[in-house]
């Protein structure tokens, strides 16, 4: 089945306490991205990867790191987590069509991050 | 800079009613792409349709059915003869280059739409 993994799908962390929450494809996508949803923001992309070893920031990286050393994987990494991470965060992949056209973008679940 | 404006925040309507969901965008690009996504109250994020910018044809499909007019910047969306399992809230989004290369990809607020038996 074609889907779009996370895990942990729920944590509650404290302040300061490294975390990574794990994303997995297996469509052989190229584009993996991931945003973070709050009430009354929609959803914000924090970081997408058009490709194995290449990341660009979306409009709010700040507090995050990504790594994407294999085309399947694109792990979420906060550094040190603050309260104002507490949010929902979905990752995302697609394929990048012919002329490297933006295509539909497959959600996973969701992981619900709560940083006390 | 790119901006997806979904002015209506929640529309309550009755089953049957039709309902027509707003999207207002901003870009410099010529070349972009938009879309409708639907998050039923289960939470998961569904893809409903794609449209780059050089295709302004009308869409229907079923009972949805998208209206894309370059001129005002706009991509609306219209549910005919709404259900009830057509509650869910519903996102456009915009899609195009990057400062660096690559899609970013910018969501609107959302729209919440309640439809009542």
């Known amino acids: 089945e074609a889907q779009v993994t996370q895990n942990p799908r729920y944590l509650i962390t404290v302040t300061g306490k490294k975390l990574t929450v794990t994303c997995s494809q297996n469509m052989n996508h190229e584009y993996m991205s991931w945003y973070r949803q709050d009430p009354g923001l929609g959803l914000r992309q924090i970081y997408y990867?058009?490709?194995?070893?290449?990341?660009d920031k979306g409009d709010v990286p700040e507090g995050y790191k990504v790594s994407r050393k294999e085309k399947r994987n694109f792990p979420l990494i906060l550094e040190s987590p603050s309260p104002n991470q507490t949010s929902l965060y979905f990752c995302a992949s697609s394929l990048l069509g012919p002329g490297q056209g933006s295509y539909e973008q497959y959600f996973g679940p969701g992981t619900r991050l709560t940083v006390t | 800079a790119q901006k997806v404006t979904q002015a209506q925040t929640e529309i309550s309507v009755v089953e049957k009613e039709d309902v027509t969901l707003d999207c207002v965008y901003e870009?410099?690009?010529?070349?972009?792409?938009l879309f409708w996504y639907k998050q039923p109250p289960s939470g998961e994020l569904v893809f409903l349709i794609r449209?780059?910018?050089?295709?302004?044809q009308n869409e229907i499909s079923g009972r949805y059915s998208w209206n894309f007019q370059k001129s005002t910047s706009s991509f609306n969306f219209t549910i005919t003869a709404s259900q009830v399992v057509d509650s869910a809230v519903y996102f456009c989004a915009l899609s195009e280059a990057g400062d660096t290369g690559g899609f970013k990809t910018i969501f609107g607020a959302g729209t919440r739409l309640f439809v009542k038996a």
């Open positions: 870009t410099r690009d010529t070349t972009y792409y």
């Open positions: 990867s058009m490709n194995v070893e290449v990341t």
């Open positions: 449209r780059n910018s050089f295709d302004e």
